[in-house]
């Protein structure tokens, strides 16, 4: 197996379809999984393809420079909730931007349900996945671009919706992720954030009204995964001057 780093981002973001496929298992072992988002007519089977081991892309220096770790390999719970109200959405050729894409469940299912998607993440190898991933389901990729919360792009532009799942697991998180959205959202627009009850959601909460952001609903949903039960907290934020 080639060392993830063997295969540069450069030349994975020149390849497409099969080429893209063969050169991601040359990077790490490949796994997929089926996942059945939606409800009623609109369900469906999605076949994602994955890193088999996510303990496997750890690096030692990108944890040392800011603690970096490959969340993006696994499936949460939050993005499978995320999916399921995205596809219920009508996109009607909205702009919507994805912080942290991850393997693109959410990403999937945004552009299933006609956005027009720019997903983002902190790894350029979840970026590249996502785009392999969408293009063997829908047969087509969505726009993709490399995203440092931490230096937020001046070019990204705006968007009527912006989404995340379960990405406030630091406690720093709260007061990032709440500006990022004031960056990102378009006036009138909204947030969907999906989160399971993670360590910085509270802090989050308190952050968006000095982002100037508010939360227009919160919802829970039960997902059930086997014989484990939890509750993910669905959140849609607007700026809070948005009618």
Known sequence: MTDPQAVGNASLAALHGDALDA?????????EETVAIGTGASRREVVLRKPTNADLLISEADYVMDERLPYWADLWPSARVLADVLLA????????????????????????A????????????????????????????????????RAW????????????ADVLYEKEYATLVAECLARALA??????????????LPAFRTALPSSGLRIAREDAVRFVDGTSTREIRVLRVQHVDAP
């Open 187 to 200: 006036p009138g627009g909204v947030a969907i954030i999906a989160d399971p009850g993670r360590l910085a």
């Open 23 to 31: 050169a991601l298992a040359q990077c790490f072992p490949i796994a």
């Open 153 to 164: 792009p001046d070019d990204l532009g705006r968007f009527e919706v912006v989404t995340a």
């Open 114 to 149: 006609g956005f027009e998607v720019t997903a983002t993440d902190y790894y350029e190898q979840a970026i590249h996945m996502t785009r392999a991933n969408a293009a063997r389901v829908l047969g087509r990729e969505p726009a993709v671009r490399m995203v440092n919360w």
């Open 89 to 112: 959405e009508s996109g009607a050729g909205r702009r919507l931007l994805e912080l942290g894409c991850g393997l693109g469940l959410d990403t999937i299912a945004a552009m299933a």
